[in-house]
Nanobody
Framework: VQLQASGGGLVQAGGSLKLSCTPS????????MAWFRQAPGKEREFAAA????????SYAGAVKGRFTISRDNAKNSVYLQMDNLKPEDTAVYYC???????????????????WGQGTQVTVSS
């Protein structure tokens, strides 16, 4: 299984970016998908998740109302639209393949079995 993430870059505060992730080697529509992020010196943290059908989403409090996760099962892709970016959003963003039904919460990294290589997002003030 490989996950190719793209769309990161440098943007000014208040700007927008859209991340994309296209997993291969699995049945995309059968899996929960999520985005996590990791800032320098900090642990990896949950940003957003979307269920298999795309009808249910979940967000971390820090990004709710500014980020939107979506997926296109026909294109085997998951997206993260990030608006009104803040300097504290600066991090490496990772897409992850998870298990739809599991005892661990969506925010727990152990729920996710495959990870992308990460894409850098830098927000300048």
């Amino acid at each position: 299984v490989q996950l190719q993430a793209s769309g990161g870059g440098l943007v000014q505060a208040g700007g927008s970016l859209k991340l994309s992730c296209t997993p291969s080697g699995l049945t995309f529509s059968s899996h929960l998908m999520a985005w996590f992020r990791q800032a320098p010196g900090k642990e990896r943290e949950f940003a957003a998740a979307i269920n298999r059908g795309g009808g249910s989403t979940s967000y971390a409090g820090a990004v709710k109302g500014r980020f939107t996760i979506s997926r296109d099962n026909a294109k085997n892709s998951v997206y993260l639209q990030m608006d009104n970016l803040k300097p504290e959003d600066t991090a490496v963003y990772y897409c992850a393949v998870g298990r739809e039904y599991y005892t661990l919460p969506l925010t727990d990294v152990r729920r996710y079995t495959y990870w992308g290589q990460g894409t850098q997002v830098t927000v300048s003030s």
